[in-house]
């Protein structure tokens, strides 16, 4: 995409930029900005409850593989001989 070249705008008592149709959030979406440095991040917000809603599905999945195994236990390893090397 490269880079797109916009200018800041006094809206009310802020000052705001507007983002290009190809950069931009649909109307009405809550976003998180953070600056880092002299950089800003915008990235849409994360809804508490729709994040907790995904790990638990994610959870209920990986429950669902772990039940479906083959295997359910951890199986004992041999023991590993390790030969003696003098001067080391």
Known sequence: MGII????FKSGNS???RLPKE????????VTIEKIG???EIKPAIDPE????????????IETIWAN???HEI???EQIEFPDRPGL
Do not use: C, H, W
């Open 75 to 77: 199986e004992a390893r």
């Open 5 to 8: 070249e916009s200018r800041t």
């Open 69 to 71: 195994a083959p295997y």
């Open 38 to 40: 002299n950089k800003l």
């Open 15 to 17: 000052v705001a930029v």
């Open 50 to 61: 729709d994040e907790r809603q995904r790990v638990a599905a994610m959870i209920e999945r």
């Open 23 to 30: 950069l931009g959030f649909a109307a009405g979406t809550a």
